[in-house]
């Protein structure tokens, strides 16, 4: 059994805020903040010392990542951020045809590739869905590349991703895992999953600056590195200028100088920390707390737009009607409970740190708004 109040504690933000906001950027527990403050104490005493030891630990964490979604290490780039893991994923895929998307998706996940001038197609949702029939019905001898959302950011739609990479067929899928990775499990071998990519900031709870980027080994092998940088090749101490040897692994496309030591600490930090709790753990509890949430929500004659007619399409985010979000948004800040404004309401995301009482403070400050 886990001890949620133990895991709670070591979120200090839970001791004055009702924080239902890790859509938008999750707090850091003590121990992945003392992860990227070690370092910065580190450079701060002994300067570049300890760089040998930096790269060594930061192999680890690559492992560890690829550990956390059934991949190879040579398939793991870390990054700083979603956006610059879907340009990766756009430099290996940029040949293999039309994009199919969905009308709920975050601008990353399209304007990637129409900036590339390749054209994408939105699957438009239905009632908050995205049906698995609409993206077939789009798949044309034109298009070759599935890229979508895990879960929607706009509402929580959540994709059944064992079931699309089951009917993709040649289209490559590209996934957008930043509302999902660290709290719904991710296993890119049975999803059959082509490329993802992931912020630390969100879900991952380990701070903005960190991230990390998904390339299958077929992919790896069908397309070479856009960008490079002394690190991208076989030996980046050897100091040539005459020759470019430029390794296979998804790190020579991404990691193309010193890298950001604190934010891939964090995040390896928070792996640890994830991965001591149990994804199945962590994702039940967070479902577990979402269906408290809507249920009091609807008692309490709040509209809720996120689609709920499923538990495989539910998420740990929920977006509530209101009339006037920003002030909404405002009001619920002064009494200490956190959420973000969106053009149709509030949303609210329940992770495995919150509990039933900041639910209920929720309610409590919602109320306080129709007054």
């Known amino acids: 059994m886990i001890d949620w109040n133990a895991v709670r504690k070591q979120f200090p933000v839970t001791a004055r805020n009702a924080y239902l906001n890790t859509a938008a950027a999750g707090p850091l527990a003590r121990p992945v903040m003392e992860a990227g403050a070690e370092y910065y104490r580190q450079m701060m005493a002994d300067g570049d010392l300890h760089w040998d030891e930096w790269r060594a630990r930061l192999e680890l964490i690559r492992k560890q990542i690829a550990q956390f979604i059934n991949a190879e290490p040579e398939e793991i780039a870390l990054t700083t951020n979603t956006s610059s893991g879907m340009n990766i994923i756009v430099d290996a895929l940029e040949g293999r045809g039309e994009i199919i998307s969905c009308d709920l998706e975050f601008p990353v996940s399209t304007i990637t590739w129409m900036h590339r001038r390749i054209p994408v197609h939105l699957v438009k949702n239905a009632e908050g869905e995205i049906h698995l029939s609409d993206i077939e019905r789009a798949m044309t001898n034109k298009t070759g590349v599935i890229c979508l959302s895990h879960v929607q ?47 630390g900031h969100k879900w991952m709870l380990s701070g903005y600056g960190s991230g990390f980027v998904y390339l299958s080994r077929e992919l790896l092998s069908q397309s070479r590195p856009r960008a490079i940088g002394w690190l991208s090749v076989q030996d980046p101490y050897g100091d040539r200028n005459a020759e470019v040897d430029v390794r296979t692994d998804a790190a020579a496309r991404a990691e193309l100088g010193c890298p950001h030591f604190a934010g891939i600490f964090a995040l390896g930090a928070s792996i640890d920390f994830l991965n001591s709790i149990g994804a199945k753990n962590i ?39 209101v009339t006037n979000p920003a002030a909404v948004v405002a009001a619920l800040a002064d009494e200490g409970v956190i959420v973000t404004q969106k053009p149709e309401g509030i949303r609210v995301a329940t992770d495995f740190f919150n509990d039933q009482g900041d639910i209920e403070r929720l309610l409590e400050a919602l109320e306080k708004t129709r007054q």
């Open 283 to 321: 994702e039940d509890r967070a479902l577990t707390l979402n269906r408290i949430l809507t249920d009091r929500l609807i008692e309490a004659g709040w509209n809720v737009l996120s689609p709920l007619s499923s538990d495989r399409c539910r998420s740990a985010e929920t977006l509530v009607a």
């Open 153 to 199: 950011f706009s509402n929580g739609f959540r994709t059944d991703l064992e079931d699309l990479g089951q009917t993709k067929k040649t289209h490559a899928l590209v996934v957008n895992a930043s509302q999902s990775a660290g709290v719904f499990e991710i296993d890119v071998k049975r999803m059959g999953i082509d490329a993802l990519c992931a912020t």
